[in-house]
């Protein structure tokens, strides 16, 4: 655990003694060494339990493959960042750097906290870096009202979990995740309603769930490309993660009181999918494919069969890629034309074919085409949600056909159709780019062959 | 005058005027005269000064709280945004027409973000506004005449197209009174040759003899003319600043920005090419339209991807910004924007016994031209000066000798009413004047990747208006032309040295 964190750390002090010359390659590098050590974690030496264990942090494999996930996404932000922070005076772009760093150590630190109020101290934390981030460098006026929203959500669905907390600190004795499990907690008044919707909120609020969704769309249009990366990546998954962690102490009242959160999250997806089909912005249509991804994942969570845990988990690891790679796609258009309006963005397939590739695999396992992961995830999860009640099968059914129509849309628009005059002299892709893209891309497809490791450890 | 708080400048202020409260100061002066009432005076003041005080400190309190737009961060009104799609520079009916356009052919709402940057709110020396107003379809070029008839068909139908709901209906007064050219000997084959043009394009035009003329029009002295050709259909005369608002209202509607403030320059990126025989061209690309704000040396940068060079008499100013036409003479690189502002006269004058109501736009063959102007017996002459004639342009200062000299003689000649008329009224306004072929400039530049031209038609632009904005609007929405095909307006023909030129011009 140390060789990751310290390192980390150390990257703090790296981003602001290096020489403004090798700066951006020196993190580049540092950070892959440590997504490559990261790797490590794969390895459990215990079947279903804690590994890589002190007294504070653990890993299990729940929290593993999220882990690699959030090491892995540091140089490929960095890489997407280099161009647009290049103009910058070399301050700003330490901080920038700083700032990307210090969001990493929280959400290390966050994802493998064996306690749940370091889990929430570190949860907390990583709203401040995203914040400054968004509204520094974020690129419209429309930022300032973006990093309220979020700050505001956040911080309102987060309050009251706090109080949940320590409440259960001091009837049970000890938050550690190792032993949550086996605190028999007898949830039966009315307080202990408020308590459960007390301890769910802030983490519904993050996923998002359909109703407290507004601040997504904001955050992740105007945030920076590495703000988005992160937001969609790994910031979402903290909420994913946290309600996985704590639901296991939610019985038996989960069974009634999920009613109203399934119908927002299952509603949700079609909801959400389907004002996809009617946006003119591409971040905005790729942060609303995010809440209807995320729709699925939390009606999975509140369900608690083992494969809807699978199923889970598995969707946030490929959602986070993929969406991930979204980002990056549509910022290379934006960088060239430096708007993001599908409209004007078309037909970019004859001047770069190439780029046109990864539109394709991105838009095809955004639609959990087979044999991605995404569609293990999804599969998993619609069959665990027709096993709890057959009638979601309209609904996650109805919601998978739009999320097709709504990723070929994408495509179509982006890469087929005409090519408008204006785009014939746009710079060809640089390799920095390819590169970026195929980091994304190859973990998708090579996790087909081994989803044993995102599967957590309920399968 | 340093600003406080506005807070903490009510109190301030309440203070010093304690100060300034006249018990205490004749207090200070020594002077004392104490009677009753006087004291119960000097009270009432303090207590009415106090209570202004108090008045004063709720109000500014009650400008501070939620509800009012005071922020303690100044913002200057009027700000365009910092980003758009497609930034239009001019906003005279080109530029709104194109901004319609666009907002209609999206096909999702606020599909692209489309604002119109215009200086000069009041148009005092815009061309559209100090236009004739006339639309014809009597040009020898097809694609002139297919713009002008879609154009006629587009503002017979001006309802069904501009029409805001719970708005005032669109009304620019159109006179469908027709266009009448006559021409003496050397130009009759010419108005033949266009005539037969016309009618093959489905123009709706008649040549007539002299005495047939005579026989239309008795007031008209058939002295010199051969032939004349006279337009039946969706030809006549407007209102352009009926039609530039309409076009704006409908526009804003739409969700057009609009923003009061001038181009001053550019922020682009240079990208270094080869071409196939070797040579490097160097092309550029826009990123920023930096827009200086009225009255002010406070400029915005407009992130734009696209931008419409719809300038009107100064497009060539807005060329040479972005630095077309830097380069050695006879390269691509050193071709100017030929666009420049040409001053023209408009005279309106007063004849009881005039032509009457049925009274074409008459253009005689010295280039002499009148229209009726409303039902009062007044008409709208003028004439279109020779190259020594040309007038100076740096300011719109009217030359009424011109009309001494120059106009009131062939008007004379031409209609013998006209010998006794009384001028009332003049102004002059400028020509978008394309010094290569008088023609209009449409499209794409080779070398600047995404500037659009909508200008240079020196002085058939507002007639052309409607369809010229359809046209840039599919350029840029459908990557072609679709209903016209403008090509023969490309900015390419000034380097390869190809006018399109018209026959007759006016």
Known sequence: ?459 | MFRLSRCGAGAVSFLTSLHRCPCLRSRGLGRVAFSSSARARRRDDFVKDLENEFVKFRQKVKEVLPGSDWSPLYQTPGLPPERADIVIVGGGVMGWSTAYWLKKKEAIREGVRVVVIERDPTYSRASTVLSVGGIRQQFSLSENIHLSMQSAHFLRNIQEHLNVVNEDPVDIQFNPSGYLFLAGKEESGILEENYRIQRDEGAAVILLTPQQLQRKFPWINTDGVVVASYGLENEGWFDPWLLLNAFRRKAISMGVYQCHGEVVGFEHSTRDMETDDGRSISLKRIHRAIVRMPNSAECQPVECALLVNAAGAWSGKVADMIGIGNGPEGTLEGTKLPVEPRKRYAYVFHCPNGPGLECPLCIDHKRTYFRREGLGGNYLGGRSPTEEEEPEHSDLEVDYTYFQEAVWPNLAHRVPAFESLKLKNAWAGYYDYNTFDQNAIIGTHPLVSNMFFATGFSGHGLQQSPAVGRAVAELILDGKFKTLDLGAFDFIRFYKGTKVLENNIV
């Open chain 1, 1 to 459: 655990m140390l060789k990751i964190l310290i390192p980390t750390i150390m990257l703090f002090f790296v981003s602001w003694l290096t020489p403004k010359k090798w700066l951006w390659t020196i993190i580049t590098t540092h950070s892959l060494l440590i997504a490559s050590l990261s790797l490590l974690w794969f390895k459990w030496n215990t079947d279903m339990g804690w590994d890589f264990l002190n007294q504070y942090l653990g890993i299990d494999p729940l929290s593993a493959p999220l882990l690699i996930l959030t090491c892995w996404l540091l140089p490929l932000m960095i890489l997407a960042s280099q161009n647009h922070m290049y103009m910058e005076p070399i301050i700003r772009q330490r901080t920038y750097i700083m700032l990307l760093i210090s969001l990493q150590t929280f959400l290390i630190l966050a994802f493998s906290a064996t306690e749940m109020i370091m889990f929430y101290v570190t949860f907390e934390a990583t709203l401040i870096p995203t914040l400054i981030i968004i509204t520094r460098w974020g690129n419209q006026t429309e930022r300032l009202n973006a990093g309220t929203y979020f700050l505001f959500y956040t911080l309102m669905g987060s309050l009251p979990l706090l109080i949940a907390l320590l409440i259960m600190q001091n009837n049970i004795g000890s938050l550690s995740m190792l032993i949550m499990q086996y605190s028999q907690l007898d949830l039966t008044t009315w307080a202990d309603k408020f308590w459960w919707t007390a301890c769910l909120t802030a983490f519904l609020v993050k996923m998002p769930l359909y109703g407290v969704h507004l601040w997504l769309p904001k955050a992740h249009v105007e945030a920076p490309i590495a703000g988005s990366m992160i937001l969609a990546a790994i910031l979402l998954k903290l909420g994913g993660y946290g309600m996985m962690r704590i639901i296991v102490m939610l019985n038996p009242l989960t069974k009634e009181m999920a009613y109203p959160f399934m119908i927002l999250a299952i509603w949700g997806i079609i909801m959400t999918s389907s004002i996809c089909l009617r946006q003119t912005d591409l971040k905005s249509m790729i942060a609303y494919s995010s809440v209807s991804h995320m729709g699925l994942v939390a009606g999975a969570i509140l369900i608690q069969t083992p494969w809807s845990f699978a199923g889970a988990i598995t969707l946030m690891i490929a959602h986070g890629l993929i969406s991930s790679t979204l980002f990056c796609l549509a910022n290379t258009n934006y960088e060239r034309m430096h708007s993001r309006t599908l409209l004007l963005a078309r037909g970019t397939q004859i001047i770069l074919p190439l780029m046109a590739t990864w539109w394709f695999l991105t838009n095809l396992a955004n639609l959990a085409l087979p044999p991605t992961i995404n569609l293990m995830g999804e599969l998993l999860i619609i069959t665990s949600l027709f096993n709890w009640s057959n009638w979601t099968i309209l609904l996650t059914g109805f919601g998978v056909l739009i999320t097709a129509s709504y990723s070929l849309y994408m495509f179509l628009m982006t890469q087929r159709g005409p090519t408008p005059q204006h785009l014939l002299s746009i710079y060809p892709t640089h390799t920095r780019e390819h590169l970026l893209l195929n980091l994304h891309l190859i973990p998708t497809l090579l996790l087909i062959l081994k989803p044993e490791l995102i599967w957590g450890w309920t399968c």
